[in-house]
């Protein structure tokens, strides 16, 4: 049997002495959930911050008004800013962010029900990436959490 990826993931992070923060929203706390299952997450887990408001992204995070206003919070703008918030706050080598819209409702033409971005702010800056993702709520938020666990395990390795 295959172990969890957030296990294989927190090997990696506990191998390289790497620590991580998380800042989500469409996921809810899934991603840090799934990390703090995991016996000994407190090695390389700083804190996790749900910031599923406009409010609590400026607030938690130092996103700016200018990009929510101008990009919304459903883009790689934010999700960017998310990242370096959440990892600049927290003193980690990772920053990890998700934004998305998970539905049912929530979509509109130009970002659609199930459009996320995921970024990863790292010792070498930021990337970002978008996808969407199909199913219903929970499908998509676990999907989102797959593709941020995944994406931050394969950066850890770079170290």
């Known amino acids: ?6 296990e294989t993931l927190g090997e990696a992070l ?4 790497a620590t991580v923060a998380v800042a989500e929203s469409c996921t809810g706390g899934l991603i840090s959930h799934r990390i703090t299952n995991i016996s000994g997450s ?3 887990f700083e804190r996790g911050v749900i910031a599923y408001s406009n409010k609590a992204k400026i607030d938690y995070l130092g996103v700016s008004e200018e990009i929510l206003s101008s990009c919304g919070a459903v883009s790689s703008e934010t999700a960017m800013a998310m990242a370096y918030g959440i990892k600049k706050a927290a003193n980690t080598t990772f920053g990890l962010a998700v934004t998305g819209i998970a539905g049912p409702g929530g979509g509109t033409p130009e970002k659609p029900v199930g459009l ?12 970002v990436t978008g996808s969407r993702f199909d199913g219903d709520r929970v ?3 676990v ?3 797959e593709a941020a666990l995944t994406w931050l395990l394969s950066e850890a390795k770079k170290l």
């Not at 990863?120 to 800056?125: K, R, S």
């Open 116 to 127: 996320v971005f995921i970024a990863v702010a790292g010792p070498d800056g930021i990337e």
């Open 143 to 145: 999907k989102t959490a």
């Open 139 to 141: 499908t998509i938020k």
């Open 42 to 44: 407190s090695e390389y």
């Open 1 to 6: 049997m295959a172990k969890p990826l957030e």
């Open 14 to 17: 506990r191998e390289k002495k």
